[in-house]
């Protein structure tokens, strides 16, 4: 069982949230939180850099000089690679680096990467986010009162919520993101999380 206290803006505790480890998921499998990183990395890669190889460079395609009797090595085009101004002899071309893992794989990945962060006692349970208006000190006051100023936290809300976005967004090492949109990159990616309980128990289905 995993009890961590609830707490509200103010970062005072106002109650309790608790859980079995297995209504989030069975075990921690590091390989494929590995995997799962690898990917989403993969497919932020953009793959657009290009070199030119010895047909795309300008130059012509006529022996330099003859092959004997010169007395001077051997030579070719002058777009081959071993010269001056040459192609590539492996150009790069633009490669498309997306791949995607199965689904219930990519959904267990995100389970794991949560529920690590309340074994490892690196997850803040909140009771409602209650920004009325963009205010960035709202949420300073909150991280202050909680001990994670300075460092990197991931702000899950419910839904797309403006405030909460616009009030964070200026804040060094703080990520806002739905919590419906989480996924194992950006839970590892930061190093504290910090979650509502409604949208604990919608990841638990105790409010189906």
């Known amino acids: 069982m995993i009890s961590v206290p609830v707490r509200n803006m103010a970062g005072a505790e106002c109650g309790t949230y608790a859980f079995e480890p297995s209504d989030v998921c069975d075990a921690i499998c590091n390989q494929l939180l590995h995997d799962a990183v690898v990917m989403y990395n993969a497919n932020r890669r953009v793959g657009e850099v290009q070199t030119k190889s010895r047909a795309m460079v300008a ?31 492996f150009a790069k071309k ?26 490892d006692s ?4 909140l009771e409602s986010w209650q920004c009325s208006e963009p205010r960035t000190k709202v949420v300073v006051g909150f991280l202050n009162s909680v001990g994670l100023s300075g460092k990197t936290v991931l702000l899950a809300t419910e839904g797309v919520d403006a405030n909460v976005w616009k009030s964070a967004r200026n804040i060094s090492g703080v990520m806002v993101l739905p919590a419906s949109d989480l996924n194992a990159y950006s839970l590892l990616r930061q190093r504290h999380l910090v979650i509502t309980v409604a949208e604990m128990d919608r990841i638990l289905g105790r409010n189906v």
């Open 59 to 89: 130059g012509s395609t006529r022996k330099l000089f003859k092959q004997k009797g010169t007395g001077r090595a051997r030579a070719g085009a002058i777009r081959t690679p071993v010269r001056r101004g040459g192609g590539h002899a």
């Open 122 to 125: 690196e997850a803040v349970m």
């Open 94 to 119: 633009p490669r498309d680096y997306y791949y995607r893992m199965p689904k219930k794989a990519v959904r267990k990945a995100m389970r794991m990467a949560l529920l690590s962060k309340f074994q």
